[in-house]
């Protein structure tokens, strides 16, 4: 069964403490992997696409990276400002269906 | 440029009402889709249109449809409202099929 297990479900760091989060997935045949920042009651924020093993992306402190099986978003000298929910996607296989993650829920304190 | 946009941004309903959500696509974009966000969860697929035909459907009961019009904008309608049904619904508008889809803000409905 197609599945998007994000990890962990929740992460607080202190300002300026680097840290990454986990997108794992399980379709056949990926065509792109999507990574979104989403603010309370406001809708996702695109970040990345990713669509092969070994692309990797960066904006400002924000790195996405993705393996034939995960996907991880790296996050260098975190700012409050990046407080957020962290959600990943793939289309399900043979399919347009986008699939979402629950998501991390990333606390920056300062 | 103007973004995703979705009307009206809250909406509260009660139960057996009928509810029209509508969405305007980025200039350009030719697919929309529609999205059912319950509290801690992701976006849950419910449509997908690209030049005004379905090209794909989740798994949401017959009360849920949708149509995309000539200059690309959508409405989700949903029929006989549940108390289950109150949650954050998102169009998002790509330009084609499996490219980066970009969302709206939401319409937050509460079905009482």
């Known amino acids: 069964e197609d599945q998007v297990t994000q990890s962990p479900e929740a992460l607080r760091l202190q300002e300026g403490e680097s840290s990454s989060l986990n997108c794992s997935y399980t379709v056949s045949g990926l065509r792109g992997l999507f990574w979104y920042r989403q603010d309370p009651g406001k809708g996702p924020e695109f970040l990345f696409t990713?669509?092969?093993a070994g692309e990797e992306k960066e904006k400002e402190r924000l790195k996405a990276t993705l393996t034939k099986k995960e996907s991880f978003l790296h996050i260098t000298a975190p700012k409050p400002e990046d407080s957020a929910t962290y959600l990943c996607a793939v289309p399900r296989s043979a399919t347009n269906k986008l699939i979402f993650g629950t998501g991390t829920l990333l606390a920056v304190q300062p | 440029d103007a973004g995703v946009t979705q009307s009206p941004t809250h909406l509260i309903k009660t139960r057996g009402q009928h509810v029209t959500l509508r969405c305007s696509p980025i200039s350009g974009h030719k697919s929309v889709s529609w999205y059912q966000q319950v509290l801690g969860q992701g976006p849950q697929f419910i449509f997908q249109y690209y030049e005004k035909e379905e090209r794909g459907r989740g798994n949401f009961p017959d009360r849920f449809s949708a149509r995309q019009f000539p200059n690309y904008s959508s409405e989700l309608n949903v029929n006989a409202l549940l108390l289950g049904d109150s949650a954050l619904y998102l169009c998002?508008?790509?330009?084609?099929?499996?490219?980066?889809?970009?969302f709206g803000p939401g319409t937050r409905l509460l079905v009482l």
């Open positions: 990713l669509y092969s």
């Open positions: 998002a508008s790509s330009w084609r099929v499996l490219e980066t889809q970009y």
